[in-house]
């Protein structure tokens, strides 16, 4: 209590913002088995076991005419299904759309959830950290975001291996895609080891995916909460609520196209059919 | 003499301002197509959100991932 008293004669700006901000890294609340149990993990367990019986109590059992709730939930896959399917190809989003709109939703909801009254509100003592909060939004956490993106990887390389074909990939990465007509076989033989050195490229940034996915999550939610927390010590009651609206749009942008490059990257190995003209996305 | 000091993170600084300048130019071109062709504003929508999230994230990278 005495160094916590000494911080706040040294730094005026103790009385004026609030304390050090939101921690980037969730804090432990109990065990169980050995592992620890993040505030993080503790907020995904009950949102997601809301949205599981929620949505259970909203379709009931599907009939083929449907109820209220069923029509709802309908309306929204369908939705969603409309807006992936020419990104991902006819034969692929029968296969991808369960993840992909698992993904959104899951998304979706966690980022919402960040903005519920009690989140960085409630806090608890702990003997050595002071004041630690006791729910955290699951986004917040890059262990969360990068399980997501591993999650993500994960699944691109078995719709890409199971339905394209290693050789498509493989191709598609290294192959000399110049036409023998036109450019000769001269230029042709001399293009090939510049199509390979783009492939390693194509490589590295592949492998990139991982880290950019996981961060592009774990930043916009984390910043808005430390956005909203920071407000709150300058201006309370009336700028974290704008700035709660601000993250109502965020979180609905950063489901969305967390969602749209796990489909884009599938689809540009997979996409047959059409053009792509989706950008080529590192 | 020192005249002016830089305090806070270099590498943060410029990778936010960078990302700044992305975004805008996205909203920019965006904006324009949209007023060449009106009828495209959906997926124009769509293609900038995309677009500006890409760019957003470096921000991101040099905020985290700067040492």
């Known amino acids: ?282 | 003499m020192i005249i002016a000091e830089i305090t806070g993170s270099l590498p943060a600084t410029v990778g936010c301002f960078a990302a700044a300048i992305g975004v805008g130019l996205i909203g920019a071109k965006a904006v324009e197509s949209v007023g060449r062709n009106p009828d495209a504003s959906g997926k124009i929508l769509v293609q900038s959100i995309l677009g500006m999230a890409l760019a957003e994230a470096v921000a991101f990278y040099a905020i985290f991932l700067a040492k």
């Open chain 1, 1 to 282: 209590m005495r160094s916590l008293s000494l911080i706040g004669l040294f730094s005026p700006a103790f009385v004026f913002a609030s304390s050090e901000g939101v921690k980037p890294s969730a804090t432990d609340l109990f065990d169980i088995a050995g592992v620890p149990i993040s505030n993080s993990i503790l907020t995904t367990w009950i949102i997601a076991a809301l949205i599981i019986i929620g949505v259970r109590l909203a379709v009931g059992t599907p009939k083929l005419i449907p109820g209220k709730g069923q029509a709802v939930v309908e309306g929204m896959a369908q939705g969603l299904r409309d807006a992936l399917e020419p990104i991902v190809g006819k034969q692929m989003i029968g296969k991808t759309f369960p993840l992909l709109c698992g993904f959104f939703v899951f998304i979706l909801l966690m980022n919402w959830s960040g903005l519920l009254p009690g989140v960085g509100t409630i806090k608890f003592q702990t003997a050595d950290h002071g004041w630690q909060d006791a729910i955290r939004p699951a986004n917040s956490d890059l262990n969360t975001t990068f399980a997501l993106s591993v999650l993500s990887f994960v699944a691109w390389t078995y719709f890409v291996l199971r339905y394209a074909g290693f050789k498509v990939l493989v191709f598609d990465l290294f192959g000399n895609k110049a036409d023998k007509k036109e450019v000769g076989m001269l230029m042709w033989v001399l293009l090939v080891p510049i199509f390979f050195a783009v492939g390693g490229i194509e490589v590295v940034s592949i492998a990139f995916r991982l880290i950019s996915l996981s961060f592009r999550l774990f930043g916009n939610v984390f910043g808005g909460e430390n956005l909203i927390h920071a407000l709150g010590g300058i201006a309370p009651y009336v700028a974290p609520a704008l700035a709660g609206l601000l993250e109502v749009l965020v979180g609905v942008i950063q489901a969305f196209v967390f969602t749209l490059l796990s489909a884009v990257y599938i689809g540009l190995i997979c996409n047959h059919e059409g053009g792509h003209d989706d950008e080529h996305a590192h």
